[in-house]
């Protein structure tokens, strides 16, 4: 397993990464409706029913057959199932979502309604309809998401509407998480040539946006190959990727290359042409099943393990799932934007909601946090080109929560 190559370019490693993962997506499994949030739709998610299986009223009123006024002959709530409009000028009083019965004619809302002396119901119907019919929303067999769709709590809502108890979906893979380097400290202040581990706090939680779900987290490891190696292989025991922060280079204690050696790896991608992100890898390792499993060799540096998970394991992530391989949005440029030379430059950016036009951070070296901290994401500048004002270029967008900037 030879460590000496070229870089390839940042779109050919994002390609490669997710193509690795598809190979290796997840097998299907039935799960119970509720537990399916952040699962991926394994098949089509198609209609059992109508929606709605039965005509209902959209509002609290009367349901009434021909001219009024009407006589009332009951009351429809919903839950139950009415007996028809038998006569012209009868009515019976019904509730929103409530089936509508048979041999009515229209819906008259409770606050367009009045009553006679003897009890009769008046009113004047309004011209748009006030129930829905079967079929309105979907009809029973219509695909209404395809395989791949992740699934939310609103797809687990619509799935239940639709009659389902479980869902065919692949579960998140799950990761874990090795810090590599002595000189780190996981509590405390800096100093005395020590710095504070800035991901192993972190990449966990931009794992689990990007899909995973996160698992053993060990750190800092000793900066020895049999602690590397002993580490890498206990992650393999629960672990369907392993991230690893710093060691990606050569030297005297960058450990990484030769426990993958050790391990059996294979490279799926060993070198990016991106700034910041120098050097990153993604390698398969066999697991103690002899499934092959990933590690993600992210670097040091905190912004630059950063543009290591946007490059890498986004895309891997998307493909272990079975989702569609991502395709980037397109943003345009506030400002200028250098480019790297011969390397794609990925270059922090905050993005107006409204008209998508973005903006560079500032302090964005890479072994900064503060610009990432304030960004949304990523310019792309591609090799060769610089980002000049007004240019539309691809975004590489961060994951955010629910409720976040856009």
């Given at each position: 397993m030879s460590t000496e190559t070229a870089p390839v370019s940042w779109a050919e490693a994002r390609s490669l990464a997710y193509t690795a993962g598809l190979a290796a997506a997840q097998p299907a499994v039935r799960v119970p409706l509720a537990e399916t949030d952040g699962h991926t739709l394994a098949e089509p998610l198609t209609t059992l029913t109508d929606l709605p299986a039965f005509p209902t009223s959209s509002v609290d009123g009367w349901a009434v057959r021909g001219p009024g006024p009407w006589r009332?002959?009951?009351?429809?709530?919903?839950?139950?199932?009415?007996?028809?409009?038998?006569?012209?000028?009868?009515?019976?009083?019904?509730?929103?979502?409530?089936?509508?019965?048979?041999?009515?004619?229209?819906?008259?809302?409770?606050?367009?309604?009045?009553?006679?002396?003897?009890?009769?119901?008046?009113?004047?119907?309004?011209?748009?309809?006030?129930?829905?019919?079967?079929?309105?929303?979907?009809?029973?067999?219509?695909?209404?998401?395809?395989?791949?769709?992740?699934?939310?709590?609103?797809?687990?809502?619509?799935?239940?509407?639709?009659?389902?108890?479980?869902?065919?979906?692949?579960?998140?893979?799950?990761?874990?998480?090795?810090?590599?380097?002595?000189?780190?400290?996981?509590?405390?202040?800096?100093?005395a040539g020590r710095v504070r581990d800035a991901l192993g706090a972190p990449v966990p939680a931009w794992l689990r946006r990007y899909g995973a779900e996160p698992g053993l987290f060990v750190g800092p490891v000793e900066d020895t190959l049999a602690a590397h190696v002993a580490a890498i292989r206990k992650a393999l025991d629960s672990a369907e990727l392993v991230c690893t922060t710093g060691g990606t280079m050569r030297g005297p204690v960058d450990h990484l290359h030769p426990a993958l050696r050790e391990l059996g790896g294979e490279y799926v991608v060993n070198t990016v042409a991106v700034r910041p992100g120098f050097p990153m890898l993604l390698a398969r390792v066999p697991g103690p099943d002899g499934r092959s499993r990933f590690l993600a060799g992210l670097p040091g540096n905190p912004q630059s393990a950063i543009v290591a998970l946007v490059s890498l394991v986004a895309p891997l992530l998307a493909g272990l799932h079975g989702r569609p391989e991502p395709v980037l949005p397109t943003i345009t440029l506030a400002e200028a934007v250098p480019g790297r030379g011969e390397h794609t430059h990925l270059a922090l950016v905050r993005?107006?909601?409204?008209?998508?036009?973005?903006?560079?951070?500032?302090?964005?070296?890479?072994?900064?946090?503060?610009?990432?901290?304030?960004?949304?994401?990523?310019?792309?500048?591609?090799?060769?080109?610089?980002?000049?004002?007004?240019?539309?270029?691809?975004?590489?967008?961060?994951?955010?929560?629910?409720?976040e900037r856009p």
């Open positions: 009332v002959v009951g009351r429809v709530l919903a839950g139950s199932s009415p007996a028809p409009l038998g006569e012209d000028g009868t009515t019976v009083e019904i509730a929103t979502g409530a089936m509508l019965p048979e041999g009515a004619t229209t819906v008259l809302r409770v606050e367009d309604s009045a009553h006679t002396p003897d009890g009769h119901v008046t009113g004047t119907p309004r011209a748009q309809p006030e129930w829905r019919v079967p079929g309105d929303e979907a009809h029973r067999g219509e695909v209404l998401l395809p395989a791949g769709a992740a699934v939310n709590p609103g797809v687990i809502g619509l799935a239940a509407s639709c009659g389902y108890d479980t869902l065919p979906v692949r579960r998140p893979p799950r990761s874990a998480l090795l810090v590599f380097g002595d000189e780190l400290l996981t509590t405390g202040l800096p100093g993005v107006d909601p409204v008209d998508h036009v973005a903006h560079p951070v500032r302090h964005v070296g890479s072994a900064m946090l503060r610009g990432l901290a304030q960004a949304d994401g990523f310019a792309v500048i591609a090799p060769g080109t610089t980002g000049e004002p007004g240019a539309v270029v691809p975004f590489a967008p961060l994951p955010l929560f629910m409720g």
